[in-house]
């Protein structure tokens, strides 16, 4: 439940210009004003489950992005059933000016979005409800390399498009020319991942494997409470920073709090000290996540 | 739309130990929070209409009512299409423990709720759906006067209960007492309106006639923004005011403010010009109404 100062599940990522949003709980749209990153570029939004504190938001951001005149579609994310839910929510945001696309995950398909370098992901999670964790990787093609292009006499004016390009396939002359030519292997791009609600899930690890930000749920710091959280089918501090070492993880960000842990930072001992590089979520925190030099 | 520091509608009214909700939007149940009042003793919600800024918070509130372990029914009070509406929001709130019961309102019967010495009217209003205007009204008994009692010769053990209930009606000793007998005329109660949404009513001072605080919405202040808050079907601070002063009300707050006004304080004087007791309402503002000397 929201608390003064502590809002309900929600996470934004801004990538080129575009914005995920991922669950919209109540008083995510009063984050998002407080941010002043506008709502115009949101294009998606991506439910881990229907939980009420994961989706009670969403008629009301619906109402907002409708009164900024959003004419775009806007493509929602989630666990099956995801129409008929927002179909009942909108009882309240109805005659929208915007389509809404939906899109049912299906728990075999890991892959859910792929647009030239960005590629997301989802995991079937373990919670009372059918959930899922998301990734998203911004992929990095490899660096150009004019040894290599002078090497194979590859035409000058080829240079830009082909080291622009993944995946570029230029004729020319009537001569191929592909973007392998010039760069080098794909460099190591970036990763964030999402895991909201669950108990700890075997392919987790895997799922995060190397994410340079992994932000993952621990409703409860105190490790005494490790029974309550498996009964909630929730986490720990540490439970979650074990996934986080397991994957081999950057950092990891501590969320979804329980509303009896008004001081989640007091446990955050039980975290570093199984994983080092964690801190406890707040609202809005923000973090740049760089390409490597 | 909620404003960082501005949630969205709702009224709440602490008579005797309960407590009535009007309207529940988005972070209703945050602001309930900071109050410190707790849940517990909201036996009532009555909803002005359905517009997402009057109930989006309703399912959340619901959960946290139930994480609250509620047992006792609640009563919900709203226009046609209640049970409806509510149902579509409960598809994230389900398995509550409490039971939800409906009084849908009908335009042609004013008094909604009766209780002891309390009494609930609405009235239908004119906006762009089904609109209704709530009163909550405190009666109070006439002053009990033992020199009428002595004249009339009514027994001393019967004074207690005859001045404790105003419809009291006692046979004794094959004598009947009623509490008109002892009491002096009903003395001035107290008499709480809150309206919103809606362009002013004919029927709408008489509604609020007396009260001793009306909460009326107004879009802008500016009087230049009249032409707008019609097209809205909505009212300025003067339209709000001029009501408060035919209605012969004690105090006038302000509400609903568009979130093009982050400012509405800087237009007051356009209601105090017409209705001096007026104030602009913020999140939480409060007042203990007390009966008269």
Redesign the interface.
């Known amino acids: ?4 100062g502590r ?2 599940s929600s996470m934004i990522c801004r990538v080129n210009g575009r914005m995920m949003l991922f669950d919209c709980g ?2 995510t ?2 984050s998002l ?2 941010l002043g990153w506008g709502f115009k570029q949101i294009d998606m939004i991506c439910f881990t489950h ?4 994961h ?3 969403l ?2 951001l619906l ?2 992005m409708a ?1 900024a005149e959003r004419t775009e579609p806007l493509m929602l994310f989630g666990p099956a059933g995801l129409a ?2 927002v179909g ?2 909108c ?3 109805q005659d929208l000016p915007f389509k809404l696309e939906f899109h049912e995950l299906n728990p075999r398909t890991p892959h859910i979005y792929n647009e030239d370098m960005l590629r997301m992901d989802a995991l079937p999670l373990n919670h009372r409800a059918p959930c899922f964790a998301y990734s998203v990787a911004l992929l990095r093609r490899g660096k150009f390399d004019p040894e290599r292009a002078r090497a194979q006499n590859i035409p000058l004016q080829l240079w830009g498009p082909l080291q622009r390009q993944n995946d570029a396939d230029i004729v020319y002359e009537n001569k191929r020319y592909t973007s392998d030519m010039v760069l080098g292997a794909p460099r190591k791009g970036l990763k964030l991942v999402f895991c909201t609600d669950t108990r700890p899930v075997a392919a987790l690890p895997d799922f995060a494997r190397d994410a340079d930000l992994l932000i993952c749920e621990g409703l409860y710091g105190d490790p005494e409470k490790q029974q309550k959280a498996a009964a909630h089918m929730h986490m720990t501090f540490r439970e979650a920073a074990k996934i986080a070492r397991k994957a081999n993880a950057r950092e990891l960000w501590l969320t979804h709090f329980s509303p009896a842990v008004p001081d989640p930072w007091n446990y955050l001992s039980h975290a570093t000290a199984i994983f080092p590089n964690s801190l406890t979520g707040k609202d809005r925190m923000t973090k740049t996540l760089k390409f490597e030099e």
């Open positions: 439940m929201p608390l003064p809002f309900l109540e008083g749209q009063v004003r407080m229907f939980h009420g504190d989706i009670s938001g008629p009301g109402l907002t009164n008929k839910i009942h929510l009882v309240i945001a």
